[in-house]
């Protein structure tokens, strides 16, 4: 049976996620690791509410972000699943198909070279997947939720990425 068009998986966006807490130096080390791997500036995430045993305030950069979209996105995704051997674990995997996984070492990211100054630093990637008919739930006139049936489930998540990127899927963190 043929597949229909509006039941096609696709990546929305992988995002890639670096937090640095209060430490300013160690968010000044990410922008570099960020620009080495991707060729991106990252955009500064902020704090929102003070937290003074971390040393948090209002409005003070804690983390760095990168979002890659279209065909972009599926050649970084291949070179972090490739930092992760091509294996996922099952937990990695939200009820909504979307999964997260995380670099424990930049220099596992094949193409990245060890810089001395960088030290050993690692970052979470989260991978959005959605179909066509997804946008019902962002756009600004009449948006509503998309239909149970249409939704992507963890299953179908996971045959995703074995067909598309050749992804052993693993039980338990082995």
Excluded: C
């Amino acid at each position: 049976m043929q597949d229909h068009p509006m039941r096609k998986i696709r990546i929305e966006k992988v995002t890639i996620h670096f937090s640095a807490g209060s430490d300013q130096a160690k968010l000044q080390k990410g922008i570099e690791m960020f620009k080495m791997l991707f060729n991106k500036v990252p955009v500064k995430t902020h704090a929102k509410r003070r937290i003074q045993g971390w040393g948090l305030r209002p409005g003070l950069a804690i983390g760095l972000k990168l979002t890659f979209r279209g065909n972009e996105a599926k050649e970084v995704l291949k070179r972090l699943l490739a930092a992760k051997n091509n294996q996922i674990s099952t937990d990695a995997f939200d009820k909504e198909g979307n999964f997260a996984i995380g670099i424990k070492e930049y220099i596992d990211v094949p193409g990245a070279k060890y810089m001395p100054e960088l030290g050993t630093m690692g970052f979470e990637v989260n991978v959005s997947l959605e179909r066509p008919g997804f946008r019902v739930k962002r756009r600004r006139i009449r948006s509503s939720n998309v239909p149970k049936h249409h939704r992507i489930t963890p299953e179908e998540a996971k045959e995703f990425l074995k067909k598309e990127f050749n992804v052993k899927i693993v039980e338990k963190n082995e």
